[in-house]
């Protein structure tokens, strides 16, 4: 019965061609990348559907970057960024990537806000606040978004899909340890030599932390395996989270060792900012907060990819 699901082809412009039940199992890569949607049904079997559906994709981008920014979750230029990177994943992954995408977004801006006044005194070490500009915005879904192009030129590949929920399960496990680990009342330990560290530093872990790591990762492993089932739910589950979870430690680890690190005469700290007064107390000059969590992400995506070789 399976295999008969397996065979059958979708041709756009048609109805449904599954049944509701055969969405939560293993199909074939073409059949989970290409279910027939409402924009099918509502235009000519003349028109394309696949620019159609970029169009509306890229519009809905667009709308969402408007409310995050009117929101000020995201600074102009992070709106901008956001229209993009969020429009291609809408217009070209459909409705399950754009979930994943959402998820992240929505999850990482709440934790955020959360607890602000606690946190103020840890996020003055941040180089960045809680408004995402451009760089963040690249450097947590730049991964996803070729992740997603790449998904639109190889269809029949199932390894696009499971690499980009990596990616965005160790972009919001990171998010979720440092938005809640920050409140964890034992003092933080750097992830390479184990020694006491003040809040916010880039490094630092706790096991309430790591704790909100796995937890941020397990949200986007769970609703990945649940939206596109390539592979049996706890297999993805399972993968998924585990991706977050490495990708997460490695942002720690290349915060302790090479991550930019600036010192402020004025008031003898070291922290991620970069004032005009700062002098590079260690770390390469070029490694931004960013850069880490663009190579954390791009960590993320590979170890998940791992699962098919």
């Known amino acids: ?3 008969q699901r397996a065979d059958r082809r979708y041709v756009p412009g048609r109805g449904i061609a599954y049944p509701l039940n055969t969405w939560f199992i293993p199909i074939e890569p073409y059949t ?4 027939p949607t409402l924009i099918h049904n509502t235009f000519p079997q003349n028109v394309d559907m696949d620019l159609i559906q970029l169009v509306l994709g890229l519009a809905l981008g667009a709308a969402v970057a408007l409310l995050a920014w009117g929101a000020r979750a995201l600074s102009t230029s992070g709106a901008w960024a956001a229209a993009l990177t969020g429009g291609l994943i809408f217009g070209l992954g459909s409705w399950p990537w754009a979930i994943l995408l959402l998820a992240f977004f929505i999850s990482s801006s709440g934790l955020s806000r959360l607890f602000k006044r606690r946190k103020a005194d840890v996020h003055e070490k941040f180089e960045k606040g809680s408004q995402r500009d451009w760089g963040q915005v690249l450097a947590n879904g730049g991964i996803g978004t070729v992740l997603v192009v790449v998904q639109a030129l190889m269809p029949e590949a199932q390894w696009p899909w499971l690499a980009y929920a990596g990616s965005l399960a160790a972009v919001n496990a990171d998010t979720w340890a440092t938005e809640l680990g920050v409140l964890a009342k034992n003092s933080p ?4 030599t184990w020694e006491k560290v003040t809040r916010g530093t880039s490094g630092g872990v706790t096991f309430f932390g790591t704790l909100a790591s796995l937890a941020g990762a397990a949200l986007i492993a769970f609703l990945a395996a649940i939206l596109l089932d390539t592979t049996p739910f706890i297999t993805t589950v399972i993968t998924v989270s585990l991706a977050g979870l490495a990708g997460s430690l490695f942002d720690s680890l290349l915060g302790a060792t090479v991550q930019v690190m600036y010192y402020h005469p004025e008031s003898g ?3 991620e900012k970069r004032l005009p007064s700062a002098t590079v107390a260690r770390g390469w000059a070029w490694m931004s907060n960013d850069w880490v969590n663009l190579l954390a992400s791009l960590l993320g ?3 998940a990819t791992l699962w098919f070789f």
Do not use: E, N
């Open 1 to 3: 019965m399976g295999q």
């Open 32 to 35: 989970i990348h290409r279910k």
């Open 189 to 192: 330990r750097l992830i390479t």
């Open 269 to 271: 700290d070291v922290t």
């Open 301 to 303: 995506a590979g170890v």
